[in-house]
Structure formats: C-alpha cells, structure tokens
T-cell receptor
Framework: SQTIHQWPATLVQPVGSPLSLECTVE??????LYWYRQAAGRGLQLLFY??????ISSEVPQNLSASRPQDRQFILSSKKLLLSDSGFYLC????????????FGQGTRLTVV | DAKTTQPTSMDCAEGRAANLPCNHS???????VYWYRQIHSQGPQYIIH???NNETNEMASLIITEDRKSSTLILPHATLRDTAVYYC????????FGKGTMLLVSP
C-alpha cells in the first residue's frame, strides 16, 4: 500500500534561518506531488506541485522554493525564513492521471520566531 | 479562488445522517467533485469523489445533481468523531481548497 512520510512534525526556527522540509512517498511510482500551507485559522493554500522529477510549478510567489530530486521525494525550502512563513505545511500525492484522489501527510507545524 | 460554495457550519445529532451541501455551478466537463475532511491539527483525509454518477464507499455517499452544479455528501450515521471541517473541491489534477463546512456532531 502507498504511504506518505513527512517530517519533522513540528519545527521552531528563527527569522532569517534556512528551511528544509522533506516528503517521501512509498508504494507508488511517478506520483504527482504537492505542497500546501495552512496559516492559522485559514484554508489550505497550494504552494507547489510537481508531475515529475525536476518539474515544479509554483502557484503563489513567495519566499519558498520546491525541488523534486527523485521520483518520490519532494522538498520544500527557504533560504531565509520570514515570520509570515509560519504555518502548517502539508505534502500530498496523487496518481499521475487526472481525476484521482490525493492523499496527505500528517503535516509539519512551523513556527518562525 | 475556490470554485465551490459551502455553508460555514452545520450541526448534526449523533446517529443521524449528516447531509453536507456544495454548490459548484461553474464546474467544467472534465472536473471531478472531491470531498475531504480535516480534523484539527491533522492533514486532510480523503472521503470520496465522483464525476457524474453518485458514489458510495465505506465512509460516505456522494450525490451529484444531473446538471453537476451541486452535490451533497452524506454521512449516514454521524458519530462524534465525524466532527471536522469538510471541504468540497472541484478539479482535475490540482485541488484548490476553500473554507469548507465546520460540521459539529453532538451527543
């Protein structure tokens, strides 16, 4: 069966520090991968999605970047965190065809101080 | 912007059916209707999705109107653990979440 791993679960980082969140998927190949963010009390915002290795689409201009170095690995990064980067970050995967459901990881709660 | 409209909140008594409505009048021909739910501080959980036909699984039923402009998610016997925010989403490959409906199931 397919599983998605996201870590760490919680993270406290100072303003101006770098960020690297990793997400890996097991049990499937060539998945579509997604990064979402949920600010406190708000809905989920799609940040990036990827349909293949090295292929990244950005939905919202921001202080973050994403990379997909391997088929089932998706990384969210920042060179210098801002206070506004605080939030709940969620990785998700879906099949590579349209009309398939997406499955989410358990998320990383990031607090920038 | 989300393409769906949902009530902000709903209440349901434990053991009764919860019927959550969703309007999606601008849905395109190849877009599916998806339902997810999110319990506080957890990742969203997939519930069900469909294109044209009604769908049923072990969690819920999805009723899509013939013109596909609206749908209803039915939880046949709501329990306290069904208290969550329920998101109705239309899309094909990427999913855009709106604000959802906060369903409160009470004893």
């Amino acid at each position: 069966s397919q599983t998605i791993h996201q870590w760490p679960a919680t993270l406290v980082q100072p303003v101006g520090s770098p960020l690297s969140l990793e997400c890996t998927v097991e049990g499937t190949s060539n998945p579509n991968l997604y990064w979402y963010r949920q600010a406190a009390g708000r809905g989920l915002q799609l940040l990036f999605y990827s349909v293949g290795i090295g292929q990244i689409s950005s939905e919202v201009p921001q202080n973050l970047s994403a990379s997909r170095p391997q088929d089932r690995q998706f990384i969210l990064s920042s060179k210098k965190l801002l206070l506004s980067d605080s939030g709940f970050y969620l990785c998700a995967w879906s099949g590579d065809r349209g009309g398939t459901e997406a499955f989410f990881g358990q998320g990383t709660r990031l607090t920038v101080v | 912007d989300a393409k769906t409209t949902q009530p902000t909140s709903m209440d349901c008594a434990e053991g009764r059916a919860a019927n959550l409505p969703c309007n999606h009048s601008t849905i395109s021909g190849n877009e599916y209707v998806y339902w997810y739910r999110q319990i506080h501080s957890q990742g969203p959980q997939y519930i069900i999705h469909g294109l044209k036909n009604n769908e049923t699984n072990e969690m819920a039923s999805l009723i899509i109107t013939e013109d596909r402009k609206s749908s209803t998610l039915i939880l046949p016997h709501a329990t306290l653990r069904d208290t969550a925010v329920y998101y109705c989403i239309v899309g094909y490959s990427t999913l855009t979440f709106g604000k959802g409906t906060m369903l409160l199931v009470s004893p």
